[in-house]
C-alpha cells in the first residue's frame, strides 16, 4: 500500500490544519470587509485588504458538486476505491467553497444542495483533515 499524502504547512495555512487538529474548520476573514478567503492567500480577493485573521466557521454547507474516484494512481487511495470527493459551499457566504471526501455515504445519497457538515478524519498524530459526512437532520 502506498503511503498517504500529507497537507505541507506554510504561514498561510497554518491556521487551517491547526484548527483540523482540534476538529474546528478555520478559515481566514479578513478584517474590512469581513469576507472569508479560502483557498488561504495573503489579500482578500473581495476589497484587496492585507489584513486577515484566523476565524472559525460553522462546518456546515451544501453539496455543490461532486465525483467518484474510481481508477487507481492516487497515491494513498488505491485500497479506498470507489469513494467520493465533494465541493461543498459553506453555509457563512456565497461562493465560500472547500473540498473533501463524503465519509459514511455513498454518491448515490447525493444531490446538488444537499446539506452536509464537516467532520474530522484523523491520519496521523499532527494530521487531521476535514472531511464530509450527509448533514444529521438529512439522513
Request: aromatic share 8%; proline share 7%.
Amino acid at each position: 500500500m502506498t503511503e498517504r499524502p500529507l497537507p505541507v504547512r506554510d504561514e498561510l495555512n497554518r491556521h487551517y490544519w491547526d484548527g483540523a487538529r482540534q476538529e474546528k474548520l478555520v478559515l481566514l476573514r479578513c478584517t474590512r470587509c469581513r469576507s472569508y478567503v479560502h483557498p488561504p492567500r495573503g489579500f482578500c480577493p473581495s476589497c484587496g485588504q492585507e489584513r486577515l485573521e484566523p476565524s472559525a466557521v460553522s462546518g456546515k454547507g451544501r453539496v455543490y458538486s461532486w465525483s467518484v474516484m474510481h481508477a487507481g494512481g492516487n497515491p494513498g487511495f488505491d485500497d479506498k476505491l470507489p469513494y467520493v470527493v465533494v465541493v461543498v459551499e459553506l453555509d457563512e457566504q456565497p461562493g465560500l467553497r472547500t473540498i473533501g471526501n463524503l465519509l459514511g455515504a455513498s454518491a448515490a445519497e447525493l444531490a446538488v444542495g444537499r446539506a452536509v457538515e464537516v467532520c474530522f478524519e484523523k491520519v496521523t498524530e499532527d494530521v487531521t483533515l476535514p472531511q464530509w459526512r450527509l448533514a444529521a437532520e438529512a439522513r
